[in-house]
């Protein structure tokens, strides 16, 4: 599938918005990690939004490639390079982000691994089977 930016776009938010907040919500309750916080829901709000900008980087990057396609591979590349700046923005440059105050780099790792592993696993899975022509139309689905 060669997906188009606005493809790129609704994806991301359906995935994020759908399998991203059900992965999110044990971690909120403190069912899975160091107690009940609202902050989980404010680092996959910010993932989901810095993700809408690194969607045009990634569009504008497929176009060099000989096929234009973007493999799964780089899907988790990227989602590894997100991780990455999200830290860099929040520990490294301490830019203010409202809701992430105080956030533990091992707890981000273990649930934003969880939500990138969850998304991209439902990416190549679950949107095949729900949305058939979703491959077919640059990954738009509406």
Known sequence: MTPTLFGRWQTRLLLFGTVGLAITLPFALGIIGSGADSTYFWVIGYITVFGLGWDIVYNYLQKFRWDRDWPGAFQLVAGIWEAIFFILIVKILR??????????????????SLVWLGVYLASQSIMRILFPRWRFRGGQWL
């Open 95 to 112: 830019l203010p982000l409202p809701g992430v105050t105080n956030i533990d780099i091992a707890s981000f790792l273990g649930h934003y």
